[in-house]
T-cell receptor, first 110, second 116 residues
């Protein structure tokens, strides 16, 4: 099992749709979880951290399921500007070394 | 007041040459990283440097050598460049968290390396 796995997509959705991505991780001792966004030919930027209790930022909701070892990202009311690659990041258990997933591509069309 | 800066932004060079990429962060972070993003867009960590401790990814050829003159700088030197080194190289920085974890990483704009 890979350390961090994501469905590469692409997820092709119309504006206004709700879309969800999952990311599974293999190391049960992992402690830090993030979602980053990367636009084409740009650097990754933090979208949101993922906390044990779950967290929400506007149209974006992140959840952590430690029992099943996955994190999720829910995007409501998709905008054209949400089109990007969404990267899941998990730190290696017991260390500060982050591991990136391969990313999930989202395309929002009119 | 760019947080993480890299130079150069583009680098085109011949096989066999030696080149360096520079990275600087003004965020006061204690950890810096180098990542390679290949044509398949997979972002893979190469090195991490924290408080004078260098963590090396075993899959990185020893032609790649990071150099950190101080906490705010982490440069990447590449010897004998090969075609397969063509990629985008990102520098990043963050603070580490006790007892084990990573705070938000801030990335530089990337250096697009093309080896001919």
């Amino acid at each position: 099992r890979k350390e961090v796995e994501q469905d590469p997509g692409p997820f092709n959705v119309p504006e206004g749709a709700t879309v969800a991505f999952n990311c599974t991780y293999s190391n049960s001792a992992s402690q830090s979880f993030f979602w980053y966004r990367q636009d084409c030919r740009k650097e990754p930027k933090l979208l949101m951290s993922v906390y044990s209790s779950g967290n929400e930022d506007g149209r974006f909701t992140a959840q952590l399921n430690r029992a099943s070892q996955y994190i999720s990202l829910l995007i409501r009311d998709s905008k054209l500007s949400d089109s990007a690659t969404y990267l899941c990041v998990v730190n290696k258990g017991g260390s500060y070394i982050p591991t990136f997933g391969r990313g999930t591509s989202l395309i929002v069309h009119p | 007041d760019t947080a993480v800066s890299q130079t150069p932004k583009y680098l085109v060079t011949q096989m066999g040459n030696d080149k360096s990429i520079k990275c600087e962060q003004n965020l006061g972070h204690d950890t810096m990283y180098w990542y390679k993003q290949d044509s398949k867009k997979f972002l893979k960590i190469m090195f991490s440097y924290n408080n004078k401790e260098l963590i090396i990814n075993e899959t990185v050829p020893n032609r790649f050598s990071p150099k950190s003159p101080d906490k705010a700088h982490l440069n990447l030197h590449i010897n004998s460049l090969e075609l397969g080194d063509s990629a985008v190289y990102f520098c990043a920085s963050s603070n580490t968290l006790a007892p084990g974890g990573t705070d938000t990483q801030y990335f530089g704009p990337g250096t697009r390396l093309t080896v001919l």
